[in-house]
């Protein structure tokens, strides 16, 4: 059961301009939601998280927006750097608890010269 | 460094060999959760533990794989009788408490099995 769905696998954006990646989410009752980055031969890394009960989330070049009515979030780079170049994981915890994730299956983001 | 640290970095055996994977949490951190990354999916919870606790482990398969956390020394995955189906990524990521969105896991740079 995917409770947390990337429909996008790539993404191409030219330097300087927006990225847009998104995630669909089933379950109403999770908490919050994080983004993740993974570049290859390494770990995920933590980018930015958000409140269930916000509707946006800022740090720096990176924004997140959660339509709780959608069961939509997006995660927005502006403006994109080549190394942002990454594959970008959405994930939230299994409900009922904070222990565990449950990811989507990625966007790949390659941004352009 | 005072990431997360998994060892090896790169692990092969053969069918019927027995795979262990380390992990030393971040510093101060005294959560640990293992996670499966098969190609092209997203990372799968495995287990979660404490110091001496296995907490949640609703995500590992029912044989053959087992993990702990001793009072000292690194966080063990371990994989006996390995198939072919075992090939993956695994990561283990860190938390201070109890993962939360203001307190996300850490993330290791992951041991890539590979079964011949």
């Known amino acids: 059961d995917q409770q947390v769905k990337q429909n996008s696998p790539s993404l191409s954006v030219q330097e300087g301009r927006i990225s847009i990646l998104n995630c669909d989410y089933t379950n109403s009752m999770f908490d919050y939601f994080l983004w993740y980055k993974k570049y290859p031969a390494e770990g995920p890394t933590f980018l930015i998280s958000?409140?269930?009960?916000?509707d946006k989330n800022e740090d720096g070049r990176f924004t997140v927006f959660l339509n709780k009515s959608a069961k939509h979030l997006s995660l927005h780079i502006v403006p994109s750097q080549p190394g942002d170049s990454a594959v970008y994981f959405c994930?939230?915890?299994?409900?009922?608890?904070?222990?565990?994730?449950?990811f989507g299956t990625g966007t790949r983001l390659q941004v352009t010269l | 460094n005072a990431g997360v640290m998994q060892n090896p970095r790169h692990l092969v055996r053969r069918r019927g060999q027995e795979a262990r994977l380390r992990c030393s949490p971040m510093?101060?951190?005294?959560?640990v959760y293992w996670y499966r990354q098969l190609p092209e999916e997203g990372l799968k919870f495995m287990v979660y533990l404490q110091k001496e606790n296995i907490i949640d482990e609703s995500g590992m398969p029912k044989e053959r794989f087992s993990a702990e956390f001793p009072k000292e020394g690194p966080s063990i995955l371990r994989i006996q009788q390995v198939v072919r189906g075992d090939s993956a990524a695994y990561f283990c990521?860190?938390?201070?408490?109890?993962?939360?969105?203001?307190?996300?896991?850490?993330f290791g740079d992951g041991t890539r099995l590979s079964i011949l």
């Open positions: 990521a860190s938390s201070p408490r109890q993962g939360e969105g203001n307190q996300p896991q850490h």
């Open positions: 958000i409140s269930s009960i916000k």
């Open positions: 510093k101060g951190h005294s959560h």
């Open positions: 994930a939230a915890p299994y409900t009922g608890t904070a222990s565990k994730l449950t």
